[in-house]
């Protein structure tokens, strides 16, 4: 090869590069951009329904009160027990209630109670004196300790029931001060597998005036035919 030729493929090689970035060095406008992808608003998923199952993993075969039942009894884990009419049912508040009722004040519509219904499997609500203390200790008295509870037992449809009663300042859960002047009719119904916890709580005058009723209640539970046996 001759020298000048060399010289000439060498020179030729970069200006060659050169030229051909001329253009975008210019100005010249480049190949357009991808332009970005439209956003598309998704409609907002309205969240699904739920309904609190009963603790423990209650039975669903067994009929439980709802709104629209017959307002003259509760039915719950296979109990029926009598009720007062103008108890009226409720949406549970509060994650561990099964059942919720309104007892009305007297005389008027303040002053009401509550009357709750928790249903657990046995041993899963913890144990029966454990809970009595837990009652006793959301009861103060005038001194801020922790009310004694009276106590009694009885057997009804063949099935131990133990009744709690608490008088004092109400302590429920999350409330920053005591409520003065409240008591509460507990009941605890010991059932095959499963325990049902009851309560009646609220100003003592609500209390005390449907006492009768709430012992009505207890004396009169029957045991519906178990699901198994019914064919369920």
Do not use: H
Request: aromatic share 6%; proline share 12%; net charge neutral.
């Amino acid at each position: 090869m001759r020298p000048n030729q060399s010289l000439r493929n060498v020179v030729s090689r970069p200006l060659v590069i050169a030229l051909l970035a001329l253009p975008f060095a210019c100005g010249e406008p480049g190949p357009a951009p991808k332009p970005p992808e439209p956003i598309v608003a998704k409609p907002a998923t309205p969240p699904t329904p739920t309904v609190p199952a009963a603790p423990g993993g209650a039975d669903a075969n067994w009929k439980l009160s709802g709104a629209n039942d017959d307002a003259n009894r509760v039915e719950i884990a296979g109990l029926v027990l009598p009720k007062p009419a103008t108890w009226t049912w409720q949406q549970p508040t509060v994650q561990f209630r099964t059942l919720q009722y309104a007892v009305p004040g007297v005389g008027d519509s303040t002053g009401s109670a509550e009357l709750i219904f928790s249903l657990f499997r046995a041993g899963d609500g913890g144990p029966i004196e454990g809970n009595i203390t837990r009652w006793s200790g959301q009861f103060r008295t005038a001194e801020g300790a922790a009310s004694t509870p009276a106590r009694s037992e009885r057997t009804v449809a063949g099935l131990k029931i133990t009744i709690v009663e608490n008088r004092g300042g109400y302590v429920p859960m999350g409330a920053p001060a005591p409520r003065p002047g409240y008591a509460q009719l507990g009941a605890i119904v010991e059932a095959p597998g499963r325990n049902v916890f009851i309560r009646l709580v609220g100003p003592e005058a609500t209390v005390d005036a449907n006492r009768g009723a709430f012992e009505a209640m207890l004396d009169g539970m029957t045991v519906a035919e178990s699901p198994a046996a019914a064919g369920g």
